[in-house]
């Protein structure tokens, strides 16, 4: 288990945990390519479709940020890239996702102020995972878990075993998978999380138009159900 995902932990570690995926879920917005096209140039559509064609692999560990954002330069018109440079479109991409929804960030508050027991659960890469430990609001989590780091993304069952894993042995844990309720703005990543008795919910995406409500809504009525305090 990996030290990196060790940081607070609540008060009574009977209590529910409330597991969130990053991307579309706590970020405010899920479209980098406006931020990464300003400092490469080039032809924007095909930037961000690099951007996007290559996340996969990155997010998986297959590759490293050199190889990423590399081929995503390529895209542009940029054959090399300096280590420098790399950093630069790193942090870019890290503190664009790195904003959170202002709903969310209610929401986290209010788990928080409640000694509410919180975890990540994320497909993003090692380095964003890195700057998300950095967090100022990462101190209210219990742990994060980075397909990056684990060589698994979801909808892979087994990151959803290694979460398991780790919340069970992380300062008492929780004993069944139905203690955990989970959001995630992808529908097979909730199924999959269900499938293994994850108390799995759909999360509308944040930054796009056409939800019936915020996501946080949505959590806040599943867990109020659930009896998490939140006032």
């Not at 706590?26 to 140039?41: F, I, K, Q, R, W």
């Not at 780091?149 to 990151?159: C, H, M, Q, T, Y």
């Amino acid at each position: 288990m990996s030290r990196k995902r060790r940081g607070t932990s609540a008060a009574d570690p009977k209590r529910i945990t409330v597991v969130f995926d990053f991307g579309g879920v706590l970020s405010a917005g899920h479209d980098p390519v406006p931020t990464v096209h300003e400092l490469l140039g080039g032809d924007a559509e095909t930037v961000g479709e690099a951007l996007w064609e290559h996340r996969g692999d990155y997010d998986a560990g297959r590759i490293d940020a050199a190889e990423y954002w590399g081929r995503v330069a390529a895209a542009a018109g940029i054959e090399n890239l300096t280590e420098t440079e790399v950093r630069e479109l790193q942090s870019a991409d890290n503190r664009y996702f790195l904003q959170l929804d202002q709903r969310s960030r209610e929401l986290l508050h209010d788990l928080a102020r409640n000694g509410m027991r919180m975890a990540l659960l994320s497909n993003a890469s090692a380095a964003f995972g890195e700057d998300v430990r950095r967090a100022d609001w990462f101190e209210a989590f219990t742990l994060a878990v980075i397909s990056a780091e684990e060589k698994l993304v979801k909808p892979d069952a087994e990151i959803y075993r290694i979460l398991l894993d780790v919340l069970a042995h992380e300062n008492g844990g929780v004993a069944r998978p139905g203690d955990v309720v989970f959001f995630d703005d992808r529908a097979d990543n909730v199924e999959a999380a269900r499938a293994l008795g994850i108390d799995a919910h759909l999360w509308p995406r944040n930054g796009e138009d056409g939800a019936a409500e915020h996501g946080a809504t949505m959590a806040r009525r599943v867990l109020e159900g659930r009896g998490v305090p939140l006032s």
